[in-house]
T-cell receptor, first 110, second 115 residues
């Protein structure tokens, strides 16, 4: 059962513009939502998270928004930079387990 | 380098053989996790240790899989009688004690190919 879904497998954006990545979930018991970034031949690295009791968390160029009623979260990257080209995984946490989406490949064009 | 270390990075084996992967977590982290990632999918939870105690196992972890963490330090994941469906990237991660927030530190993974 896929509890976390990323419906866009890829996203292409011009350097300097905003990247918006979306994620939907089904389990109301998730207590934290996270975004991980993955480069080829490396393990995922933590990017940003949000508690289920918040609706927004910002860290530099990265902002995560949580809409609990819609069971939806999004990641905004502003401005996008070439080094942001990677696979981004949405994840949700419950009882020491992370459930991941399938990932969105972001390509930042110069 | 003080990150999570996994060995071997790549393993090619024939169906029916046994394989073992090792994970060395960040030294001060008492929580250790194993995940599996197949092509085009996100990582899937397999099991979780707090110190040497295995506290959670996914139903994905069939009886051919066994994980250990003796003395609460490094961990091993063994797959017996490998099948082609076991081909995947096996990721190890660790996290410190204290309030769990989902922030894990992943290793680079061990890629298994079963022929």
């Amino acid at each position: 059962d896929q509890q976390v879904k990323q419906n866009s497998p890829s996203l292409s954006v011009q350097e300097g513009r905003i990247s918006i990545l979306n994620c939907d979930y089904t389990n109301s018991m998730f207590d934290y939502f996270l975004w991980y970034k993955k480069y080829p031949a490396e393990g995922p690295t933590f990017l940003i998270s949000i508690s289920s009791i918040k609706d927004k968390n910002e860290d530099g160029r990265f902002t995560v928004f949580l809409n609990k009623s819609a069971k939806h979260l999004s990641l905004h990257i502003v401005p996008s930079q070439p080094g942001d080209s990677a696979v981004y995984f949405c994840a949700a946490s419950n009882d020491y387990k992370l459930s991941f989406g399938a990932g969105t490949t972001v390509t930042v064009r110069a | 380098d003080t990150g999570v270390s996994q060995d071997p990075r790549h393993k090619i084996t024939k169906r029916g053989q046994n394989v073992t992967f090792r994970c060395d977590p960040i030294s001060e982290h008492n929580r250790l996790y194993w995940y599996r990632q197949t092509l085009g999918q996100g990582p899937e939870f397999l099991t979780y240790f707090q110190n040497e105690a295995q506290l959670e196992k996914s139903r994905l972890l069939s009886d051919r899989f066994s994980a250990e963490r003796p003395k609460g330090s490094f961990s091993t994941l063994e797959i017996q009688r490998t099948e082609q469906g076991d081909s995947a990237m096996y990721l190890c991660a660790s996290s410190p004690s204290g309030r769990y927030t989902g922030e894990l530190f992943f290793g680079e993974g061990s890629r298994l190919t079963v022929l």
